[in-house]
Every structure is written in C-alpha cells, then in structure tokens.
C-alpha cells in the first residue's frame, strides 16, 4: 500500500508520518495519541529539565508500548555578550516602558538547554528507540553513547550539503527540512536565511545525495502533501503545525488563536524569539523589531528579554510571544491527534491510489 | 494514465507540462520544440518590440500547428523618479569607475514593456491559443479584447487571495507560483518577499480556493515533482529552470556556467536587477548591493543603469548580470528541449505508477 516502507521498518510504526516534536507546544498526551494511532510520537526536551524529561516520557511508557522519539536541541551554549545583550535590552526597553515594568530588571535566562551529558544519562537509562537532534548533531562522544543504546539516530537538514554531513556521521535516517517548516530551522552549516529551500525542490536533492531514508518536513499537512513528498522520493513525512490544532497541543491559548486566522503568507523567518531563525506568525514583536534583527543576541538568549513582557501583556495578547507556524497552516482542521494521525494515513493512500486511477480531479 | 487531464483538454496538449516562459533566455525555437513533443510551448514577449513578436510568433506558426502560450508582463510603467534613480546611480558609480566608465553618462531605457493596444492588436491579429500575463492582468479593456479572441487567459497566483482575484478576473487557469521558482515573483497584490509561500505549501492551498485548474509552479525540474504537484491537486505543472539547460535556451554563457554550478541555497530573491523581487544565482551584484536594496528604482528602471556595466566587464563575467534560476537548478541535465519535455512526462507517469505499486523506493 504504501510505496516505501524503509521508515516504517526502521522505526517499527504503521504509518510513514512523524509527529513533529514542537518544544512548547507538546507533550506526552500528544505522543501518546500519536503513537498508538499508528505514527511515531515526539517527545520534545528542549524546553525541559531533566527531571521533566524523566516524568514525560515515564508517562510515555505507562501510555503506550510503541516507540517513541525524543528529540534535543544541540546548539553550542553562547558566550555571554554583555554589550550584544545590553542593545537587545534597550531594543526592547520601550516595550518596559509601555507595560510600566523597569527595563533595568534582571531578566530570566533563557531555559532551553542543549543536550548534554546528563541528558544523555537520561538516554542511557530510559532509552527511547528514536533520538532525534535539531541544529546537527551533539559532540561525538554524546552521539556514540547514544548509539550504544542502539536507538535510530535522526536530525534535520535544511541543504543537501547538511544531509551528507549527517550521513557521513551515521545518521540513520535524515529529514529534509523545507523552508515551509514552523520554528526553528534545522540550519548547521548553512547561514543564509534567505537562501532556505522549499520543500519542493529541496526534498529530491536530498533523496539523490544521500543512502539512508529521507522524512520529508515543510508545509505538509495533509493526505495530498503526504502524497506529493512521497513521490518526491521521501519515505515519511514530518508533520508539525497540523498537530497544533489538536486538544493535546500546549499551544498558550493566544497562539492556538493566531493560528486559527492565519494564512500561509503571513508567517516570515525570524530571529525575535531566541537568536536563532525560526517561522512564526507575524505579530507585533516581529513587525517592530524583526523580523531579522542584528541586535537579537546568540541563541538562545534572545529569549529572555521577552519572557516579562509577555507575564505583563493583556491577557490574551500575543504582541510578544513566539508564535510558531509553518506555511501549511491555512490548512487546518481540529481534530485528536490521533484522529489526525489516522485521518493523515487514510487521505495519503487515497491520494496515492486516485493518481494511478485517474481520480484526482 | 494522467490523473487530471483539464489542463491538457483547456490548451488541447499531450502532457500536463508548460514550458515557463523566461524572457531574455527563450525564443521560437524552445517553443517550437516543447510543443511538437507534447507540452505547452511559450514565447515571452516581455523583452520583445511588436515586430520581434510577430517574427517569432510567425516562426512558430511556421515550425509547429500545435497550440502556443505568449507570455507578456503587466505592470503599470512606472513614474520617474529622478532621485531615486540618481541614488541608485551612485550606489553603482564604483562599478563604474572600475570599469574606467563615466558615472554620468546617460543609461539606456529598460527594454521591458507592459502589455499595452499595440500588444493587444497583435493578439488580436495573431491569435495565440493562450495568452498568459506576469504581475496580475492587464486593465479590463485589454483583458476584455484578449478574451474575445477566445484565447485561454492565464496568470500567476504567489497567494491564495491573488488566485481567488484572478479567478474572480476571469482566468481560465491559474499558475500557483511557489517560492522557489526561478525569475520574477508575479506578485500583484502581496508585497512582502520574505512572506512568499513555498510551491507544497501553495498548491494545495490555491486548489482549495479556487475552481479552475491549478497549474504548479517552483521547483519541479524532473518527474517526481511532477507526480508530487500532480499529488498536491495541480492539474499541470510550469517547468521553468530546467529548460534553461536546453540548446535552445538564449541564455547568455557567463548565465549558463552559473546554472552548471549551482546548488539549491546558491539562489535567493534579489530586487536588484530590475527593481521587482526575482530569484536569481547570487553573484557579486547581489552580494555587494542586494539581495534587496531600498535604493533600487521601481520595475524595470533598474536593470538601466546595469546595462554599461554588463557590456563593460571582462568576457565571461557573470558580475553585473541576472542570473535567474530557480531551487531545483541542481536536478539540472542536458537534453534538448523535445527530450527533456518528453523525458518530463515519461519520468512522471512512472513515478505515478510505482506510488501504488509498492516500488517507489
């Protein structure tokens, strides 16, 4: 039924269709959902402790017998940048000054940690089938304990000349990340915003450059786009703003409603939210200070700064609060994740039979 | 075979594949070829003088009795802006000087003419069977001419609300022209570059909104992007960079060794060449003034004053010249344009097939 099951086999689920970790923006429940209803569920843990991480993906486990992929982030931590940051303070100092906080106050340190040696203990010990890494791959010595567990190891390319380095250095599958993609860009080597490749054109060269399976990301939220990245030559789909529809999404309720209006030309590539590029929603935050700003300091510091003036907006307000999205988002509908993850096969295969059939008017 | 033959019945061709017209780098000769192995061929009239229209118009009547596709662009001539174009004047004078070129010296006019009566009478006269406009349509007078000759009336969409307007306009096709297409955004009524949508987004999104067929437009340069737009909802696709790789494609060499080299993220939306965003190879031209510059005189004015600095550089130099390409440059291969239109459709309908076959991988 399906035209490449490497995927499948490599991660011993039903269906072609990863559960894109959106640190944030989802939890166990969502994995859970997911996994049982065929798909693969991601766990995200950029934004947990490691005591956090123990608890999500304890109650994982206690969910569902399926596999599961954790993801990290493996940025190296910045160096503080006392000037960088004091102009980011004072970029943003109006904003204090509007919402009646002190723009000299302290702010909070931006909690996204990068995989590390206690995260990798927490591998060792719970090991989760699939580890995936966002911004490359961790250190080699991190990278070889986790092979040891003999978890799938998976991290995201925005080029081709990213999709063979993660080959080189043993991935087992790579995802084609298109510019279509919500949040952060996968982007290690490259650097160049606005050179990022669409899913269209990116997919194939990937697929042509390297061996190991490709999971196509990047504007895919439906049967017909799980379709078309199959024939591209992927052989899975990551699927993420979709899924931020579902109940099981920790979405804060302004960004559920900026989403709900949202058309595909109205999130851009920033910087604002954490230093590091990523696809939003533009907001107010965005339009004043982004979308790429050369004060924003190192990821992910940028962050910080915003935290107050988010605990100080109006209730409801999303004028300073990331709002994460991909180009596929007008695509919408509200359903469970796992009646989405169902829905998702069930269109694909459809789609996929009418394109022979001569059905697909 | 195909899965959504509208497209073929509307312009009455074999396969669901046009040609893109690309002004300054095809001529009869493309178009000739592209129509007598199946596809839609296209003459693009945008750098044409009405006599150079009739001439290569006549030179497809001559070489073929299939259906033909002019292409002409409908912007509104711009105001002069005297200071504007100075400053751009100045942005360039070390280039000039470089060049051991006076930086006052006058410039020629940009060569690009919107569709206008003289234009019109020739359509009316010569009787393409479609007639496709860049940058929204031309005024209703015109449009109402073109439309009684009975020509098929088509234009690019870069959003869901420009395809719903064309549709509203009367088109009998609309092209949903993804971000990573090569040459000039269409875009009429969006106006942000770093908003434009990626073809897998798009597509979908544009069948959605609109009744008439969908063709797709943005790096689709081999057989399965073909099969993944025809999988989006298109009933075609435009093939635009891949052509360009052709013997009968005009462009200059300097332009072709760029293409042979390129790789995906080499191409980014430059507004420096003619004053709309366009996707081009980035060269020094774009490195040093662009990608986007606020000095750039509205479409066409600044392509004017690049002009002396194209005859002047050394033989070879791709410096001062557009490069236009788009994201699929890399799936590049040399075939004439008859294989290559042939190889299109071929590859296609066995990627149509091995997706319910199990032997996609």
């Given at each position: 039924m399906w035209p490449d099951t490497r995927i499948q086999e490599l991660f011993d689920?039903?269906?072609?269709i990863v559960q894109a970790p959106m640190a944030g923006a989802n939890g166990s429940a969502m994995a859970i959902a997911v996994a049982e209803a065929g798909g693969l569920g991601s766990l995200p843990c950029?934004?947990?402790t490691p005591d956090q991480l123990r608890a999500e993906l304890g109650a994982i486990r206690a969910g569902t017998r399926r596999p599961v992929n954790v993801n990290f982030f493996c940025h190296r931590p910045p160096q503080p940048d006392v000037e960088r940051e004091a102009a980011w303070r004072h970029e943003l100092s109006r904003y204090y000054v509007e919402l009646g906080l002190d723009p000299d106050a302290p702010v909070p340190a931006s909690s996204r940690a990068p995989f590390d040696d206690e995260f990798c203990g927490l591998v060792e010990e719970l090991r989760p089938e699939i580890v995936s890494f966002h911004f490359g791959l961790p250190e080699r010595r991190l990278l070889n304990r986790v092979r040891a567990t003999r978890a799938r190891i998976v991290s995201s390319a925005t080029t081709v000349r990213e999709a063979r380095w993660l080959e080189d250095a043993g991935c087992d599958a790579i995802i084609a990340q298109?510019?279509?993609?919500?949040?952060?860009?996968?982007?290690?080597?490259?650097?160049?915003?606005?050179?990022q490749v669409g899913t269209m054109a990116l997919v194939p060269q990937v697929v042509d450059a390297v061996k190991v399976p490709v999971i196509a990301a990047g504007g895919i939220a439906d049967g017909r786009g799980i379709a078309a990245a199959l024939a591209l030559g992927a052989a899975a789909v990551q699927v993420g703003t979709a899924y931020l529809?579902?109940?099981e999404s920790t979405v804060a309720d302004p960004h559920r409603e900026a989403l709900r209006s949202?058309?595909?030309?109205?999130?851009v590539l920033t910087n604002?939210?954490?230093?590091r590029p990523a696809r939003s929603i533009v907001n107010r935050t965005v339009r004043e200070v982004g979308p790429?700003?050369?004060?924003a300091p190192a990821f992910p510091l940028a962050g910080g700064a915003l935290a107050p003036l988010r605990s100080a907006a109006?209730?409801?307000?999303?004028?300073?609060?990331?709002l994460w999205s991909g180009?596929?988002?007008?695509?919408r509908r509200e359903l469970t994740a796992a009646d989405l993850t169902r829905v998702l096969a069930q269109e694909a295969l459809a789609r996929l039979s009418s394109l022979t059939s001569g059905a697909a008017r």
């Open positions: 689920i039903e269906f072609p950029a934004l947990l298109g510019a279509e993609a919500g949040g952060h860009r996968g982007m290690f080597l490259a650097e160049a915003v606005d050179r529809f579902c109940p949202a058309h595909a030309d109205d999130t604002v939210f954490t230093g790429l700003s050369p004060l109006p209730s409801g307000s999303a004028d300073f609060m990331s180009q596929g988002v007008a695509l």
